[in-house]
């Protein structure tokens, strides 16, 4: 049977991925699964090679990472919320100051039409920005690039910065093997993972493929149901699809693109890592949370990947997720006002 050209792309991916995962194991570089293909498609889409995303495949695999938070939700973590209210209440001020400096650095120093400034410096997800900074006249594909930049450079530096700034270590064990874990608890996390993805993009969540697992695993932690995160295959199989996804964004790439689009996005993220500094910084000094917890917490980074990182180091999920969806709900609920305020002033 001859395949379509779509499941040869695809297959092409998935070995070179698979390549890039075992060179990184050998090599006994940090986090393989998650560099390892990274690298490995980020240098197949710059070079041209017609690889190709998994498509709903890698949307699953976000879903573990949202049952993994998910069991991090226990009564404990509702006790820490009041801890938390001085570090969450300065994410507000984060995105604000994000905002100031980030829309006029792509507007009037690198050239983008207004809404394409506004939502390449606003730190929401990748896919919300792109989609609601098409419908409010920017450029797509800028957009993507950008936000893929941001998050590919922040992933790939976190790590180094997290080791030779705090001594952290990657090597927290991210869950217990599948042979450890109670069946019935596997299962229940299966269907949280699909009632929760499914769920959320009926009724119209954002980042359903996150927040939906989230919420549904929350309340079966909260319950008793469930006392474990993922078994570590299915996190590690998560980090392997996000990887890909960050190195398939950059297929395409022209050298205009590159040498205007892909090095404004770089430009930006030494603005953002300034302000993210800062805020790590004051939280510490303040006593409102640990070092590594806050780096993450204020990292400009997306959900998934900034949910890994905090796994692998043994972080405080609780503390480190509540800051990443307070900064995507703020930012997700003020895009459509923004939307709507650019619509009219074009119109006018």
């Known amino acids: 049977m001859r395949l379509s050209q779509p499941t040869r792309r695809r297959a092409l991916t998935l070995i070179l991925a698979a390549a890039g995962t075992l060179l990184f194991w050998w090599l006994n570089l940090p986090l393989p699964f998650l560099f390892g293909p990274m690298a490995a498609c980020l240098i197949a889409a710059l070079s041209n090679v017609p690889i190709k995303g998994f498509g709903q495949v890698s949307v699953a695999a976000r879903t573990i990472l949202g049952v993994a938070v998910g069991a991090s939700i226990t009564p404990d973590l509702f006790h820490q919320l009041p801890q938390m209210a001085m570090s969450v209440a300065l994410v507000p001020v984060f995105i604000a100051l994000i905002g100031i400096i980030g829309v006029p650095f792509f507007r009037h120093v690198w050239g983008f039409d207004a809404p394409t400034a506004y939502y390449a410096a606003m730190p929401g997800g990748l896919q919300d920005m792109v989609i609601f900074g098409t419908?409010?006249?920017?450029?797509?594909?800028?957009?993507?690039?950008?936000?893929?930049?941001?998050?590919?450079?922040?992933?790939?530096?976190?790590?180094?910065?997290?080791?030779?700034?705090?001594?952290?270590?990657?090597t927290n064990p991210i869950g217990a093997p599948v042979t450890e874990l109670p069946v019935g608890e596997m299962a229940l996390m299966a269907a949280a993972a699909?009632?929760?993805?499914?769920?959320?993009?009926?009724?119209?969540?954002?980042?359903?493929?996150?927040?939906?697992?989230m919420i549904v695993t929350a309340v079966l932690s909260l319950s008793g149901l469930i006392h474990s995160r993922p078994p570590a295959e299915a996190i590690l199989a998560a980090q392997f699809f996000?990887?890909?996804?960050?190195?398939?964004?950059?297929?395409?790439?022209?050298?205009?693109?590159?040498?205007?689009?892909?090095?404004?996005?770089?430009?930006?993220?030494?603005?953002?890592?300034?302000?993210?500094?800062?805020?790590t910084g004051l939280v510490t000094w303040a006593g409102l949370g640990d070092p590594v917890e806050a780096f993450l917490a204020f990292a400009p980074g997306g959900q998934a990947e900034m949910t890994v990182l905090a796994i692998v180091t043994g972080a405080d999920l609780g503390f480190v997720i509540t800051h990443h969806l307070t900064r995507i709900v703020l930012v997700i609920v003020g895009a459509p006002l923004v939307a709507g305020l650019m619509a009219r002033r074009r119109k006018g």
Request: with cysteine; net charge positive; charged share 10%.
């Open 135 to 170: 419908e409010a006249g920017g450029d797509p594909r800028a957009l993507s690039l950008i936000h893929a930049t941001r998050v590919l450079i922040i992933v790939t530096l976190a790590p180094a910065f997290l080791t030779l700034a705090y001594g952290a270590g990657l």
């Open 194 to 213: 699909l009632i929760g993805w499914k769920g959320g993009e009926r009724i119209g969540l954002f980042g359903a493929s996150i927040l939906g697992p």
């Open 242 to 279: 996000i990887g890909c996804g960050i190195g398939v964004h950059f297929l395409g790439v022209t050298w205009g693109e590159l040498t205007r689009v892909v090095l404004a996005g770089i430009a930006y993220v030494l603005v953002l890592a300034v302000l993210a500094a800062g805020f």
